[in-house]
């Protein structure tokens, strides 16, 4: 399944976000199926999100545009669905 984001936040946006809806970093891994360091990692600046499940988290929370498939798509297909968004 491929997700599109286009709206790119701050960190600081995100964190802001969390406190006002009374969540954590650890709801928001949860709720993604991550780690929670990977989360606290690009909310704090210590990952750029380029790849795996860091890609995951930016480009789910906002962060950065990109495409989120599922780990079982095959690469081609992952790539078509990249260049399609």
Known sequence: MEVPVTT???????????????????DVARDLGVDRAVVRGLLYGHLKGARGDAHKVAVALGMKDGVIVDDTTPIADAIKAAIAA
């Open 8 to 26: 790119a936040c701050t960190p600081a946006m995100i964190r802001k976000a969390l406190s006002r809806i009374g969540k954590s970093h650890s």
